[in-house]
């Protein structure tokens, strides 16, 4: 199937993807995301990380799925990275660490901190501070990483 990225944004919900469509939908929004594409991104994060769950490895569409929701930089995306890095033992050592924050380390770390209610949170939040502290990261190294993840998929 070759995906009609136009139909896609408009009735992501009610259009079944497979692996291959997902994989070509997520490169065709690598070249060419919008400002509104977030909500499919996340479905189609979403979707990778439900087949992640039953399987082993990491395929690059998780991967490129996490870095482009990450890149629309709303805090709130926290946790649907976080389920994706959760979704198997091989997810949790394969998604990069500094896709889980989308706002930079203070907006994603606040909003983690101000969700007193979401049941990820502690859990979420011992990794973040240990993952700063072993990364000794700042929102300049952030940005190039994720750059370098983005380059990685351009080239």
């Given at each position: ?41 996340r ?23 996490a870095?482009?929701l ?6 709130d ?23 889980l ?27 973040m ?7 000794k990261?700042?929102d ?9 993840l ?6």
């Open positions: 199937m070759s995906i009609d990225l136009d139909q896609l944004r408009t009735d992501f919900t009610n259009t079944p993807l497979d692996e291959a469509d997902r994989e070509e939908a997520l490169h065709l929004l690598l070249r060419e995301r919008r400002e509104g594409d977030a909500d499919l991104l479905h189609l994060l979403a979707e990778e990380t439900a087949a992640h769950q039953e399987g082993w490895g990491v395929r690059e569409a998780l991967v490129l799925a870095l482009l990450a890149e629309c930089g709303r805090e995306d926290v946790w649907t990275l976080w389920e994706a890095k959760n979704a198997s033992f091989d997810t949790m050592a394969g998604l990069d660490g500094f896709l924050f989308p706002a930079g380390i203070a907006g994603t770390t606040a909003h983690v901190i101000a969700n007193e209610e979401h049941p990820e949170r502690n859990e979420l939040m011992t990794y501070s240990e993952y700063l502290e072993y990364e990261l700042t300049e190294d952030i940005r190039e990483n994720v750059a370098g983005r380059s990685h998929f351009e080239n």
